[in-house]
């Protein structure tokens, strides 16, 4: 029997579901070892494997082959990525966390996204004389916002859960997600002033399209369409129609339900699904329902694996030496290095006294540099191209030119940014000056054998049914105290056997505005978590926070409780937090 040939079909799809899946599949099966040992995560690995797989080094994977309207693929692809991206963002911040620290965002937000703005476009405009200053203006709007898919990759890695305090990362994330969207502002006014004749139309044009229907339009949509599907889901989940299956899956139809709205009505659809996200879990019901689910976290590791594939494949390498552009080597090293610089760090150092949440200059410092740049960039830098004329060769006008040179630039700065921001968080020392106690506490309470998927997952106040809610007193006073969820620690006493010699603690919730922490019987623990009977403790010291995205809980199939010793740890845990227990 001879083997047909013909029945082979190699075509650019397989060969990208091939490139994909497999990278997927390498990852997840060495995810511990590379995110726990190394600290790099799949923004950086799935990038260098597009890249060793694009067009420029084995040619398999080609986005830009994929017929005549690449970019078209492309703006899509990054628009369903960030809109998840900013749904989730919206999603797992507190409940109305946006309006408690509107201040310190307003003040994040507008001048630093000005200041950059400005800023990176008298760089360009010195550095590419060909570029008059308005065109640099687009090209700078491109770079202004900070990405929130890096971002919520590197925040919500293992090493900034237990060094970055949570106020910097909440803040971070939030502040990531505002200024994506506000990304449209700045540049339709820069493309309104290259394209029409008239400055005074440009701006009426800018004002009523770029603010008045894009941005507050796409803000005032997502939030009625996040309190609307919030209501809904109620009374259906309270009603019994709804099953825990498809509430999760609400995760991503939602995302991609307001997108569709937002982008059909011409609104700024990213701005639409964070807000969104925030309003359909203001109230947290939406969080307590679907805490704990790992579909979310699992939709968010394939998308940014296949996203930063796709963008390594993408990287437009050939341009990156385009004299006859004025594009050179030696121009983007020096561009890229002047954005790190001045981009953000100024302006946040001279503003981080007015935001609540950045207390020290190093914490200012940090914020500042972690401005990442990357799918977004490449977003609005595609979306850009859409409204800019097709380039002859060589460029005609100012127009072509600017359409020429965008993506080169972009794409070079952005591949800058992901290697040098994925690799930050390990090399700022922020001990002995950010909340010291709250890392000795988040060290001690972090399993060491928990699952890396238990990393990130969204953890909503679970209230306890049993023994219900306690009084813990503290300093005189009493206050209700509701379980949140349990954390473990000791080391493996058997592994061989499995059997585990740890103790476990809870944290609670104190008053629902700070966590502390109290011993617990682990003998007593049921089937699931927050049913842990403890002993109350009086004279606990108050710890700054407890991060509870870091704790793993009671897992009784992976760790059954007759494998956990008969123990309370008041002493153990106390001490290591560096606290006093009166008993």
């Not at 099966?29 to 797989?53: A, C, D, H, M, W």
């Not at 630093?112 to 687009?138: D, E, H, K, Q």
């Not at 005032?220 to 209501?231: D, I, K, P, T």
């Not at 927050?530 to 108050?542: R, S």
Request: charged residues 15%.
């Amino acid at each position: 029997m001879t083997w047909n040939l013909d029945l082979l079909e190699v075509s650019p799809p397989g060969l990208a579901y091939i490139c994909l899946g497999g990278f997927v599949v390498a990852f997840s099966t060495v995810s511990l070892l590379v995110k726990e040992k190394l600290y790099i995560n799949e923004v950086i690995l799935g990038t260098i494997f597009g890249i060793i797989v694009g067009p420029h080094c084995a040619n398999i994977f080609d986005p830009r082959s994929w017929g005549s309207s690449s970019d078209a693929i492309t703006l899509e692809v990054m628009r369903v990525i960030l809109a998840t991206g900013l749904f989730a963002i919206g999603v797992e911040l507190p409940g109305s966390y946006m309006a408690k620290h509107v201040k310190g965002l307003v003040i994040l937000v507008v001048p630093t996204m000005a200041f950059g703005w400005v800023v990176v476009a008298g760089i360009m405009r010195g550095l590419f004389p060909n570029l008059v200053y308005i065109s640099c203006l687009v090209i700078a709007a491109c770079l202004t916002p900070t990405d929130p898919i890096i971002c919520a990759t590197i925040v919500g890695g293992r090493y900034a859960l237990k060094h970055v305090p949570r106020n910097l990362r909440q803040i971070i994330s939030a502040e990531s997600a505002a200024n994506d969207g506000l990304a449209y502002p700045f540049l339709s006014i820069s493309i309104y002033l290259t394209v029409e004749s008239s400055r005074r139309v440009a701006i009426g044009k800018w004002f009523l399209v770029g603010w008045l229907y894009e941005v507050i339009l796409g803000i005032v949509l997502g939030a009625l369409l996040g309190m609307a599907f919030s209501y809904v889901m109620k009374v259906s989940h309270r009603r019994g129609f709804i099953d825990r299956e498809s509430y999760v899956a609400q995760y991503l139809a939602l995302a991609l339900f307001t997108i569709g709205v937002a982008s059909t009505l011409g609104s700024d659809d990213l701005l639409a699904a964070f807000a969104c996200g925030n309003a359909i879990s203001w109230d947290q019901h939406f969080n307590e329902v679907t805490e704990n689910e790992v579909f979310s976290s699992v939709i968010d590791l394939v998308l940014n694996c296949a996203c930063f594939v796709y963008i390594g494949a993408w990287m437009p390498f050939s341009t990156f030496n385009s004299p006859e552009l004025g594009i050179t080597p030696w121009r983007l090293i020096v561009l890229f290095l002047a954005i790190l610089a001045l981009r953000r760090i100024p302006s946040v150092l001279l503003l981080y006294r007015w935001v609540p949440e950045i207390t020290t200059w190093r914490e200012a410092l940090f914020t500042g540099h972690f401005g990442p740049m990357g799918v977004g960039a490449v977003f609005v830098s595609t979306l850009a191209l859409t409204r800019l004329p097709t380039p002859h060769n060589p460029p005609q006008n100012q127009q072509e030119l600017l359409a020429a040179t965008i993506q080169p630039i972009v794409a070079f700065v952005v591949l800058g940014s992901i290697v040098i921001h994925g690799l930050s968080i390990p090399f700022f020392s922020l001990s002995g000056n950010m909340h010291s106690r709250t890392r000795s506490l988040m060290a001690t309470l972090t399993r060491t054998d928990a699952n890396d998927w238990l990393v990130g997952l969204r953890r909503g106040p679970v209230a306890v049914p049993t023994p219900g809610n306690v009084d813990v007193e503290r300093a005189g006073d009493s206050r209700t105290a509701t379980v949140v969820g349990f954390a473990t620690m000791g080391d493996v006493v058997d592994e061989a056997e499995g059997s585990k010699g740890e103790r476990v603690a809870q944290v609670v919730a104190i008053d629902g505005d700070r966590e502390e922490v109290l011993a617990a019987n682990a003998a007593t623990a049921s089937d699931g978590p927050g049913t842990v009977q403890y002993p109350a403790l009086a004279g606990v010291e108050a710890v700054e926070e407890v991060d509870l995205g870091i704790i793993g809980k009671y897992d009784p199939v992976a760790q059954p409780r007759e494998q956990v010793e008969d123990q309370t740890a008041p002493a153990v845990l106390v001490e290591r937090a560096g606290t006093t227990v009166a008993q």
